[in-house]
């Protein structure tokens, strides 16, 4: 008998042994359904019984858009934002030392209109730009966008309207693709459905929502003010902030209808630095808040972030070790599972991608986005993507290899139906 022979009952269990915690978590991840529906049904009862919100109020608002090296997207961001159907405003544009003509763009768009605002700094990173525009705004809520981001016209109402009580102490808008000119990017499109979407419509519901994306965020001048600034020393600055805001007591929710759209990765190279950018900016804060994870004082928030390190950290990790234990089983001529149980597991996991797939398209009102449905069979491929730039990230962090931001190079791409944006391609 052989070596690799004689390993094979190892493999065996190791196989087991790394696919049972994954085939178990999958399993809970499955509440996503009955919580989304449950958080659109109680959406549905607020606006029968015309629940009071802040948009009730009629607060100032102090948008910051910071940017480095924004020219190619600045305008079309800045254009969204002026035809917004809320007109109590100010916009705060943070010029983070870019090298490109980006301030000068911002200075042009000030100088027609008096609710703009110009400010510059030295680069010192997206979070030292979003204190300084918090440090010169004078709204009563301060919403946080970024450059290359498209509001709709009742994007900043739809914020306010998630604000429900006073202890709601931040809102997270829903972020989509802008730029559906590429393979890559549609199928962001129709997975982000289920990975946002209903995902972060559950989360709410057990108020647990862990990030208001920086993309599209919301709070309340006064939270700010309790729990200090963004964070200047992480790539995960937006995250850092929504674990203090759990950490004092207050809710974060997500408005679903607060649409705005933004660029997402077109090559496999920008979405590989984005998605290790995210993982690391996970871990850093995990490395802040250590304190939070699984703490019943932080009540089911605890509880959820152990939750979360499992299945976000431990998971891609043991998810890379079945596949290669797989492969290695595979070469030996050995299946640990029959013909059939396989064939039943796959026929299983596409009905559940599916039900999961039209519940949230369905939520969302998104059915044109069915014709991205051939995406499906690259969502296992994405997985495995995904779980990789977690043990990257993770030995980027062992290894204390300096973060860096990453930005996108953005292209300009527009393929959606938003007011007054400027198109360098469309589909």
Not at 80 to 89: G, N, P, V, W
Not at 112 to 122: A, E, F, G, K
Request: glycine share 8%; with cysteine.
């Amino acid at each position: 008998m052989s070596w690799f022979e004689s390993a094979i009952p190892g493999a065996e269990f190791l196989l087991l042994l790394m696919g049972l915690p994954i085939l178990v978590f999958g399993l809970v991840k499955l509440l996503v359904l009955p919580l989304s529906v449950g958080f659109e049904l109680q959406a549905l009862r607020r606006r029968h019984r015309e629940t009071p919100t802040l948009l009730d109020e009629w607060p100032s608002v102090s948008i910051i858009v910071p940017a480095f090296n924004e020219a190619t997207v600045i305008e079309n961001c800045v254009r969204s934002i002026q035809l917004t159907r809320y007109d109590r405003y100010e916009v705060m544009l943070v010029d983070d030392g870019s090298t490109d003509n980006t301030l000068e763009l911002m200075h042009a768009l000030a100088a027609s209109d008096p609710r703009i605002t110009v400010l510059t700094q030295t680069n010192a990173g997206k979070g030292a730009a979003l204190n300084l525009g918090i440090r010169k705004a004078t709204g009563d809520v301060l919403m946080f966008v970024d450059a290359d981001g498209i509001f709709c016209r009742n994007t900043v109402k739809r914020m306010l309207q998630a604000f429900t009580d006073r202890r709601t102490g931040a809102v997270c808008g829903d972020d989509r693709p802008v730029n559906l000119n590429r393979i890559q990017t549609r199928m962001l499109a129709f997975i982000s459905h289920v990975g946002t979407g209903m995902v972060r419509r559950a989360l709410t519901m057990i108020r647990c929502l862990p990030i208001v994306s920086g993309n599209i965020g919301a709070f309340p001048r006064h939270v700010l003010e309790e729990i200090g600034p963004f964070r200047e020393d992480t790539v995960g600055e937006d995250l850092e902030l929504t674990w203090r805001v759990h950490k004092a007591g207050y809710r974060v929710v997500f408005a679903p209808k607060a649409l705005v759209y933004a660029e997402s990765p077109s090559t496999i190279r920008a979405l590989w630095r984005q998605r290790v950018r995210w993982a690391r900016g996970l871990l850093q804060t995990m490395g802040v808040h250590k304190g939070m994870i699984g703490n019943p004082r932080h009540g089911l928030f605890g509880a959820y972030l152990l939750f979360n390190t499992i299945t976000m950290v431990i998971l891609p990790v043991l998810q890379i070790g079945v596949l290669l234990d797989l492969a290695f089983l595979v070469a030996l001529d050995r299946s640990p599972l029959g013909a059939d149980v396989w064939a039943v597991l796959g026929w299983v996991g596409l009905f559940l991608t599916v039900l999961l797939t039209v519940f949230a398209l369905a939520m969302n009102g998104a059915w044109k986005d069915l014709r991205h449905a051939w995406a499906l069979p690259l969502i296992p491929l994405y997985s495995v993507f995904t779980a990789l730039t977690m043990v990257a990230a993770l030995v980027l962090e062992l290894r204390r290899k300096e973060a860096h931001w990453n930005k996108l190079t953005r292209t300009g791409v527009v393929s959606v139906a938003a007011p007054a944006v400027r198109a360098e391609a469309s589909v």
